[in-house]
Each structure stands twice: as C-alpha cells, then as structure tokens.
C-alpha cells in the first residue's frame, strides 16, 4: 500500500520569505509519480508539479522548485519569494504506474502574511 | 489540462435524501475518478468510473451509496444516496488524459447536509 506523509500542518511566513514543504511517501512500486496540488480557499484543486520516479532531476519553474530523493523518499517542495496569493493548502500525491489513483498527504496550510 | 465542468457546484440537502453530482469534460479522457474530501480533511477516492461498465470502488466505499456512471469518455455522474450529516463534504471529479499521468480536478461539489 502506498502512503504519503507531509508532517508539517501549518506553515506562516512573511510576504518574500522562501517556504519548504516536506513530503515523505512508501511504495512497493518502482515505477511511481509524485506530485504536488494546491487547494486555495475557493476550493478548487490546481494540478502544480510532477515527477517521475525514474527522474531524480530536480528543477525550477518559475518561484516553485522541487527537490526529488529517492534514497530518503522524500519529495519537497519550495516556493520563493512568497506572495500572499499563495496562501493555500498544499498537498502532496502518489500514483503507481498501471492504476494512475491518487495518494494524498494530510496537506500543509500555507499563510503567507503581507 | 482538460476543461472540467462539475455541477452544482454546492448544495445544501436534507437527510435521507440524494444528490446527483455531474461531471462532464471538454475533450476525451481515459480515466475518470471521484474523490471525497470531509471538512478539514485530506482527499480519499471513492471510485473510479469506468466507461460503460461499474465502478470500481475503494475500500470502505459501496455502490449502494454512492452510484456512479460513466456512459461515455467525457461524461460521469456520483449520486449521494440516503444522505446523512456525515456525508457533508466536497466532492471531486478527476481525469487524465492519454498519454498523461497527471491527474486534473474539476471545482468540486460542496455538499452539507443538514
């Protein structure tokens, strides 16, 4: 069974301040996604990243970047230079190659303060 | 991304009634899923919706409760059944398209019921 962790509940920071979100995640699989969404108030779930497990590269785009380990299983998640629109609750997911459902962690509120 | 529709977007009900959530997208799609998510919580899948044939459910899910159809690729529907306080949550619909491992959600239905 496949299981995501994000162990921090809530995160505030103040409006350019950099914000890292953990993500800690068990598979059987070799072949798994990882990914992150952001639910802001309105509700609706926004699709922001995703990574293969056979990629370890880790990347930026834009303010948001990801650092993928698979020797710790961890998957984190840093937006730079805050802003208050980015206040939300973000949540990490899993799927196994073959089924494509989705595994999410508890989610992690981010308050981003002006 | 695909264009979701989901309707209505929120409800209010009385108990022991039911409520049928749609969900119709813009372009064809392989997998179509609906997942709950109660207040405060994170997001569990209920089901995903094959076309043309039943559901398949997740564990702690039934079919009598929670009906689904999926008559064709771009179209699904969850029914509430025999509605309680307890089912107050927001529902989503998710799909992927070919090719993608990347699943998008549509607004989500928030559902009390009082």
Redesign the interface.
Known sequence: AQKVTQAQTEISVVEKEDVTLDCVYETRDTTY?L?W?KQPP??????LI?R?SFDEQNEISGRYSWNFQKSTSSFNFTITASQVVDSAVY?CAL?EAG?????????TTVTVRA | SAVISQKPSRDICQRGTSLTIQCQVDSQVTMMFWYRQQPGQSLTLIATANQGSEATYESGFVIDKFPISRPNLTFSTLTVSNMSPEDSSIYLCSVLRRGNTEAFFGQGTRLTVV
């Open positions: 996604y990914f969404y309105s509700g609706e779930l926004v699709f995703r293969n949540f799927s089924d494509y459902k989705l595994s999410f962690g508890a989610g």
